[in-house]
């Protein structure tokens, strides 16, 4: 065999590095491919305080289909599953018990995929890196926390399941996330709430939720949520507003089905919230008004632009032509 063929065959086998299947231990650091061979009970003490860390870029961690528990009485963990470095991996498993789950810190480029996490005290998924993708993953019940909280940018939260979640289903608070193709229901608090700029937020279902279904800033001038996009979800059944934004200028919400949320469909609100377009949306079936600018004086002349939706009520009562 010559050179060129020896290297090539050499840079081909690279990449099919088998996993090993070792025993793994509470308070491992994993620094190499591994996949868990049984399930894992775990006691949390103030001394380990992180169950497992998966350090990258050549930690990996694939759970094999097997559940890392905690016995976490006083709420101590400070993650179940520690990712750090840069590009680390979790996948294929569930946590359950702990008081956060996976914490992804470091440098970033994580992956966490195909997992299920449950019957938590505080966040299921804390991210506080950038370039990290939450794929495909279901996570339930939490006493207290977020289904996902994103806190760094350009992270991807797509193709989840999130139900029954105390606090928010996602919260997110850095710069170019996206939030796209999740199911989030039962939400405490709002299905998916925006706090960080240029967040693109598409194809959601949000349903049933005890509070706002995708809430666009929380009127606290400390928050930054401008220049997002709202496109392409089904938000209905929320006992707050389907889709409120508050002190957030130049939103595009777009394309958004809203119904049957019980203090209104789509709105905005507080002075302050300038130059938002509202367009080709519907919303119906909504208490007590399915379109509504608050910041309007009532003449239309407000800097939001609404055109093109489909509603039966609105505040300011506008004209269904030019909406």
């Known amino acids: 065999m010559n050179k060129l063929k020896l290297y090539a065959t050499a840079i081909f086998s690279e990449l099919f590095i088998p996993l090993s299947a070792v025993a793994v231990e509470c308070g491992d650091t994993i620094t190499s491919p591994t996949t868990l061979t049984e399930d894992l009970i775990c006691a949390v003490t103030e ?59 470091g440098e970033g480029s994580h992956s966490i995929y195909s997992m299920t996490l449950t019957d938590m005290f505080g966040d299921l998924i804390y991210v506080e890196t950038n370039n990290t ?7 339930s019940i939490t006493q207290s926390g977020d289904g996902a909280e994103l806190r760094g940018d350009y992270n991807t939260v797509t193709r989840n399941t999130i139900i029954d979640i105390d606090n928010s289903g996602i919260e997110l608070r850095g710069l170019f996330n996206n939030i796209s193709f999740n199911t989030i229901s039962g939400s405490g608090n709002q299905g998916i709430e925006v706090n960080g700029q240029f967040t ?56 958004n089905v809203v119904e049957s949320n019980t203090e209104g469909g789509i709105g905005i609100f507080i002075e302050g919230s300038e130059f938002n377009k509202i367009v080709r949306n519907t919303s119906l079936n909504n208490s007590p008004y399915d379109l509504e600018d608050d910041t309007d004086p009532g003449d239309c002349s407000g800097t939001n632009t609404w055109v093109f939706n489909t509603f039966a009520t609105a505040e300011p009562a506008w004209n269904k032509v030019n909406l």
């Open 133 to 139: 993708v939450v794929r495909d993953n279901t996570l």
């Open 200 to 255: 693109n937020v598409f194809s959601n279902i949000v349903t049933d939720g005890l509070n706002d279904g995708i809430a666009v800033g929380e009127g606290d001038e400390f928050d930054n949520a401008d220049f997002p996009t709202v496109s392409l979800n089904h938000v209905s059944g929320n006992v707050g507003l389907g889709i409120p934004v508050r002190l957030t200028s130049n939103t595009l919400i777009t394309q």
């Open 47 to 105: 001394q380990d305080q992180v169950v497992l860390t998966v350090e990258g870029p050549s930690g990996l961690l694939d759970m094999g289909g097997y559940q890392l528990t905690c016995i976490d009485e006083d709420n101590l963990a400070e993650a179940a599953i520690l990712l750090n470095g840069t590009g680390a991996q979790v996948f294929n498993g569930s946590v359950t018990g702990c008081r956060d789950g996976i914490v992804a810190l």
